[in-house]
C-alpha cells in the first residue's frame, strides 16, 4: 500500500472531526502561508482550491489568511460533506463555497486571480488546462519529493514555472507557480 492509499483512509477514517482537523492542518499552515506569498493572494482575489477533500485546510488557512473568497472543490462527494462540516464549524461557510466536480472535466467558471492544486489531484495536465482555458489565474501547483515521483503526478512540462517554494514535508518539498505559456 502506498503513502497516498495510507493517507487517503486516514484522513477518511476521521471525516468531520474538527479536532482532528486542528490537529492534522497545523503543519500545513506554513504552507499555505509560504503558498499565498508566492502567488501575492489578497483578499480582493477569488481564489480555486481544487482538490480540497475531506479537511479543506488550504481552503480555511487561504482565507483565514488573506480573507479570499474560495471556491474548493472536489469529485469526492462524501469528503465534500466531511468538509462542509468543517466550514460550518469554523463558521466559514460565507467566505468557503464548496463545488463537487471532476476539475479534469470541468471547473467552475467564475473568472478565479488564483488557484491551487493539491498535491494528490490528477491528471494535473487536463486540470491545469481547464483551470486556464477561460481565464489566466497564477496557479500553484504542489510537487511531489522525488522518491514519490511514481505515486503523484507531475506538473506537466509544457507549464512555465514563474516562481517556487520550498516546505519540509514528507511527500511534498515544493510548490510552484505556473502559467500556461
Not at 89 to 101: A, P, V
Not at 118 to 134: D, R
Amino acid at each position: 500500500m502506498s503513502i497516498k492509499n495510507i493517507v487517503e483512509k486516514f484522513e477518511k477514517k476521521l471525516y468531520g472531526s474538527l479536532s482532528f482537523f486542528k490537529l492534522y492542518a497545523y503543519p500545513y499552515k506554513g504552507v499555505v502561508r509560504r503558498e499565498v506569498n508566492l502567488a501575492k493572494v489578497c483578499e480582493d482575489d477569488t481564489v480555486l482550491n481544487i482538490g480540497c477533500g475531506a479537511l479543506p485546510f488550504t481552503a480555511v488557512y487561504i482565507t483565514k489568511i488573506t480573507g479570499a473568497r474560495v471556491t474548493a472543490i472536489d469529485k469526492d462527494k462524501k469528503a465534500l460533506g466531511a468538509a462542509q462540516k468543517i466550514t460550518k464549524s469554523l463558521n466559514l461557510e460565507d467566505k468557503i463555497t464548496l463545488w463537487y466536480g471532476n476539475a479534469a472535466d470541468q471547473v467552475p467558471d467564475n473568472g478565479y486571480s488564483k488557484a491551487f492544486v493539491a498535491l494528490q489531484v490528477e491528471p494535473k495536465k487536463e486540470v491545469l488546462n481547464n483551470v486556464l482555458k477561460n481565464s489566466n489565474p497564477d496557479v500553484v501547483v504542489r510537487e511531489p519529493r522525488e522518491r514519490f515521483k511514481e505515486i503523484y503526478d507531475c506538473l506537466p512540462q509544457n507549464f512555465n514555472v514563474k516562481g517556487f517554494t520550498r516546505h519540509n514535508l514528507p511527500t511534498f518539498d515544493r510548490s510552484m507557480l505556473i502559467s500556461k505559456d
